[in-house]
């Protein structure tokens, strides 16, 4: 059934209020479909359709709503209901949704909430903000490797329902060591009183509590994982990071990179849920440094008034020159900040970089100056040293360009920013002040002014 034809069904249950035929409906569905058609729905009908849905549906419905609905849902219930509602959710989502609420609002749903809840939930709220720590789940299955497969079967049975995957379990030495890890099916295929420590893979893949989430995401997408678990600095097993939170993440950071890219600040919000206001801010900064950046440009022009007087023919291609360089710059600044980001360019790189851009940057100089030359002297008919003038300019402003497209983001990887920082406006604005300089020098070397 499409999604159009859900919401219309929904709402008609809701007008005709047959609420037992709303809550059989919606527990056909996917708790992530569930969510969207919600969404679709006014405020009062969206709180209505919750309250309707039984409790452990509603506890998986809650974590694919959006924060401003969960914030609705959690003031309309009492304490006792919200509470609930975090005792049902997996420890990452409930850590989630409470770094969102207000300090005060979070103090009352942990009261209310089980002494389990809240010991997990605080432990996940004590790591810093983008870490491996904050992401991860503790509802993980763990293994002691003295184990019988017969009796860690036994225990996955006991503790699987309230484990976010049962598929790879982590065997634990007595200090609580990650020493191994063994996958389900493996202990399906064994015999029974195989010992745990002897079919355990012990060449095991973590991640510390402390790494960024986006290095931890670069983890799964080297070693092909959905799982992986994380531990603290003496080795010990905190928690794990399933697949489901990384496509999150990497959704989040390249949201945020194309947004650097384009000179906006990031905003965790949709664009639709962002106000004028909100968006506003986001943007006027960097507008603002870019405006004032660009006045260099103008004070360039103005410097050689007195030679653009002489060839006024010259200021119809500055332009041209500008957006070309800028053009080139973009490109390979882009190139470069993708390979960073992907991990596959480190600073040892770099002189690798700059000849290949050289070699990159000297093709395409030399096929836009050619191809220039001939519109100037056939169409435009300028005159063989203004043809010269603009070519060598052009050809030496993609080159320019290029160079500092690729080795400014590995700077400012180097200095600790974020290489999408230096991404085509910031580069565009440096480029178009190298162009102008190199081409009102080519125009007094040549022309003579």
Same mark, same amino acid.
């Given at each position: 059934m499409e999604e159009r034809m859900e919401r219309e069904e929904l709402a008609g249950l809701l007008a005709e209020k047959k609420y037992a035929d709303i809550r059989q409906t919606l527990t056909d569905f996917n708790e992530a479909d569930i969510a969207a058609v919600m969404e679709e729905l006014e405020s009062e009908d969206m709180l209505c359709v919750y309250r309707i849905l039984p409790k452990d549906l509603a506890a998986d419905v809650f974590s694919y709503l959006e924060v401003e609905n969960q914030q609705a849902i959690i003031s309309s219930l009492s304490e006792k209901e919200a509470a609930s !509602?975090?005792?049902?959710?997996?420890?990452?989502? *409930? *850590?989630? %949704?409470?770094?969102?609420?207000? =300090?005060?609002?979070?103090?009352?749903?942990?009261? *209310? *909430?089980?002494p389990d809840t809240r010991q997990t939930v605080n432990q996940l709220l004590r790591y810093p903000e983008d870490s491996a720590g904050s992401i991860m789940t503790v509802e993980y299955v763990s293994?002691?490797?003295s184990l019988t497969v017969d009796e860690a079967i036994a225990r996955i049975r006991s503790v699987g329902l309230d484990s976010?995957? !049962?598929?790879?379990c982590y065997v634990l030495d007595a200090q609580r060591r990650l020493v191994g890890t063994v996958a389900l099916r493996y202990l399906l295929l064994s015999q029974g009183d195989e010992i745990i420590g002897d079919i355990m893979n012990d060449n095991v893949i973590s991640i510390h509590t402390l790494m960024d989430q986006e290095q931890a995401a670069a983890q799964f997408k080297k070693y092909d994982f959905t799982a992986m678990p994380v531990v603290d600095n003496e080795n010990r097993l905190v928690g794990i990071i399933t697949v489901d939170d990384i496509v999150d993440i990497m959704e989040e950071e390249t949201t945020e990179d194309m947004e650097k890219m384009a000179a906006i600040l990031p905003s965790d919000k949709p664009y639709m849920k962002t106000t004028v206001a909100e968006t506003y801010r986001k943007r006027i900064p960097w507008l603002l440094l870019l405006m004032v950046s660009a006045a260099f440009t103008g004070a360039i022009i103005s410097s050689f008034e007195e =030679?653009?007087?002489?060839? =006024?023919?010259?200021?119809a291609f500055i332009p041209m020159l500008m957006d070309t360089g800028g053009n080139a710059g973009g490109q390979a600044s882009v190139t470069v900040i993708r390979g960073l980001s992907l991990g596959e360019i480190s600073y040892r790189d770099v002189p690798k970089i700059i000849w290949k851009e050289i070699r990159v940057a000297f093709l395409c100089g030399l096929t836009l100056a050619a191809a220039n030359f001939a519109k100037l002297m056939l169409f435009d008919r300028v005159g063989v040293y203004v043809s010269l003038t603009v070519?060598?300019?052009l050809a030496a402003s993609v080159l320019t360009a290029m160079l500092v497209g690729c080795l400014l983001p590995v700077g400012a990887k180097r200095l600790g920013f974020d290489p999408a920082v230096m991404a085509s406006p910031f580069i565009t604005t440096i480029v178009d002040a190298l162009s102008l300089i190199?081409? %009102?020098? %080519? =125009?007094?070397? !040549?022309?003579?002014i």
């Open positions: !509602i975090i005792d049902n959710l997996w420890a990452d989502d *409930a *850590a989630d %949704f409470l770094e969102e609420m207000p =300090a005060n609002v979070v103090e009352k749903l942990l009261a *209310a *909430a089980s293994l002691k490797e976010e995957t !049962i598929n790879i =030679a653009l007087s002489v060839y =006024a023919v010259l200021t070519c060598l300019t190199l081409y %009102f020098r %080519f =125009a007094m070397l !040549i022309l003579g």
